[in-house]
T-cell receptor
Framework: DTGVSQDPRHKITKRGQNVTFRCDPI?????LYWYRQTLGQGPEFLTY????????KSRLLSDRFSAERPKGSFSTLEIQRTEQGDSAMYLC???????????FGSGTRLTVV | DAKTTQPPSMDCAEGRAANLPCNHS???????VYWYRQIHSQGPQYIIH???NNETNEMASLIITEDRKSSTLILPHATLRDTAVYYC??????????FGAGTRLTVKP
């Protein structure tokens, strides 16, 4: 396992549909993060997990968004009733401990039409 | 975490050193300086981080001023593949990374 994997790489969906993204972190990393990035902006923090516990959620994470990390391994990010404003790159990252840098995946690009 | 200020864009000639500045005048004593870069259509890549001493690794050098209010990331011999957006982040260990807009570095042949 050489990196963080995200699936799918691209997703096009119609407004109002639900979408789910998956992130597989580096296996020994116990911290997992989700970010959102729109064109021309830096990544914005959404939420993070330590093992299976979701420890922080940004106010950007509206009630249409939910993230899970069952068993402290892979994570899913679901967006319900998608809106055009949800179009963005969704990035996942993991780290082995608090003091280390993050390893990011290549992201899932969501387009809501 | 303290806020950082970076120039929006910079150019560098291929083979020359690229020096990317970052201002973090409100940094506190327990905040580290991190640098990441993001090449188009990829996720950010960790480059280097430090607290107060200068740091060097195979990718870059990080020079932090004595008062820690600013830092410079140095790519000693820039190549075309170093063209990317470079993010400077100041962070207390344990807090999540908060990215700004970064500096868009263009390495020109």
């Amino acid at each position: 396992d050489t990196g963080v994997s995200q699936d799918p790489r691209h997703k096009i969906t119609k407004r109002g549909q639900n979408v789910t993204f998956r992130c597989d972190p580096i296996s020994e990393h116990n911290r997992l993060y989700w970010y959102r990035q729109t064109l021309g902006q830096g990544p914005e923090f959404l939420t993070y997990f330590q093992n299976e516990a979701q420890l922080e959620k940004s106010r950007l994470l509206s009630d249409r968004f939910s993230a899970e990390r069952p068993k402290g391994s892979f994570s899913t990010l679901e967006i319900q009733r998608t809106e055009q404003g949800d179009s963005a790159m969704y990035l996942c990252a993991s780290s082995v401990r608090q003091a280390s840098g993050y390893t990011f995946g290549s992201g899932t690009r969501l387009t809501v039409v | 975490d303290a806020k950082t200020t970076q120039p929006p864009s910079m150019d560098c000639a291929e083979g020359r050193a690229a020096n990317l500045p970052c201002n973090h005048s409100t940094i506190s004593g327990n905040e580290y300086v991190y640098w990441y870069r993001q090449i188009h259509s990829q996720g950010p890549q960790y480059i280097i981080h430090g607290l107060k001493n200068n740091e060097t690794n195979e990718m870059a050098s990080l020079i932090i001023t004595e008062d820690r209010k600013s830092s410079t990331l140095i790519l000693p011999h820039a190549t075309l593949r170093d063209t990317a957006v470079y993010y400077c982040i100041v962070r207390v260990e344990g807090n999540d990374m908060r990215f700004g807009a970064g500096t868009r570095l263009t390495v020109k042949p």
